[in-house]
């Protein structure tokens, strides 16, 4: 956990897609605007963390308020922005509230990028990806982190594994068949550019094991003897990455 002084660790934090830098204004409209000067009812001189996930972190004030939208003007970088670890997390998308707090939580692990897989047994008909962009600007908001993971569009299994950047190790949670130390298949992988799958609730169909085990930058590992649903399994996962290959170590 990151930890500031006191008085900036309650110093509440926005996203904004907006360029920081020293003295820059920023404009705040819509929900955010409407939220801070209607439901805070936050005047001129309060101050906020704020962030893009690119210019690091600034510490900012209310300049002016107007009855839609208000001005923030940079004061001074708290922190320097600092990419985040090299792991993609691949899911089979799950429905509404499950799949918000996937996103969440695989941003809080540390995922630089989320891409959704469509799988045979994949259950969401549509993909929102402002929903998940919105749950990711989130966490990241609630959880102190500089960077921000890049959601892209979702695409088909087969379609990724047939363009895959070759020198990225895929980690695949392998529900059947998968060596019980999942510990002993990540310590023989060298660290560098890292994905992790999680399939869908289903499972993966037999043709897609076998597609996926043709692959020779694919890994099974195995998430223990229990049944876990997917968004926990994005939490398993990602921690065991992370501990042994990521930025944990």
Known sequence: MNRQSGSLQRTPRLYVPASLASGAAVVLKDQQAHYLLHVMRLQRGATFRLFNGADGEWLAE????????????????????SPLPDIDYLFAPLKHARLDYMAQKATEMGAGRLRPVITRRTIAERINIDRLRSNVIEAAEQCNLVGLPEVLEPQPLDNLLSGWDRPRQLV???????????????????????????????????????????????????LGPRVIRADTAAVAALALVQAVLGDWR
């Open 172 to 222: 695949w949670c392998d529900e059947t068949g998968a060596p019980k130390s999942p510990l002993a298949v990540l310590e023989r992988l060298q660290p560098g550019p890292m994905a992790v799958l999680v399939g869908p609730e289903g499972g993966f169909t037999s043709e897609e094991q076998g597609l996926l085990r043709a692959q020779d930058f694919v890994h099974a590992i195995s």
């Open 62 to 81: 209310i300049i002016a308020t107007g009855k839609r939208d208000l001005t923030l003007r940079c004061d001074r970088k708290l922190r320097d922005a």
